[in-house]
């Protein structure tokens, strides 16, 4: 299976963004899907996550600013981030678990990444 990121960039703070997530080899509809950001010298922290049943589960410090919306039919996962800040800065992965997961946020009940794209608010 493979996920392929696109649609990162840099951009002022206040700016918009849109990731998106291919994924191929298996259908998103199996799979819990997650967006997942790393800054240099950070752990990688969860970003946005999305569950077999539809269920969303956005970190505290996106919420109200970052929108995560399933494409099924085109098996892309996508990620709408508005009212950037610098501390959005970040290599942002996709992720993908199949079946439940019980901790849509944590990193380790993924097991298929992307290669990530950089995003840089300035």
């Known amino acids: 299976v493979q996920l392929v990121e696109s649609g990162g960039g840099s951009v002022q703070a206040g700016g918009s963004l849109r990731l998106s997530c291919v994924a191929s080899g298996y259908t998103t509809v199996s799979y819990c899907m997650g967006w997942f950001r790393q800054a240099p010298g950070k752990n990688r922290e969860g970003v946005v996550g999305?569950?077999?049943?539809?269920?969303?589960e956005y970190a505290n410090s996106v919420k109200g600013r970052f929108t995560v919306a399933e494409d099924s039919p085109e098996n892309t996962l996508r990620l709408l981030m508005n009212d950037l800040k610098p501390e959005d800065t970040a290599m942002y992965y996709c992720?993908?678990?199949?079946?439940?997961?019980?901790?849509?946020?944590?990193?380790?009940?993924?097991?298929?990444w992307g290669q990530g794209t950089q995003v840089t608010v300035s």
């Open positions: 992720a993908a678990a199949r079946g439940r997961v019980p901790g849509l946020l944590v990193a380790d009940e993924y097991t298929n």
């Open positions: 999305v569950d077999t049943y539809g269920r969303i």
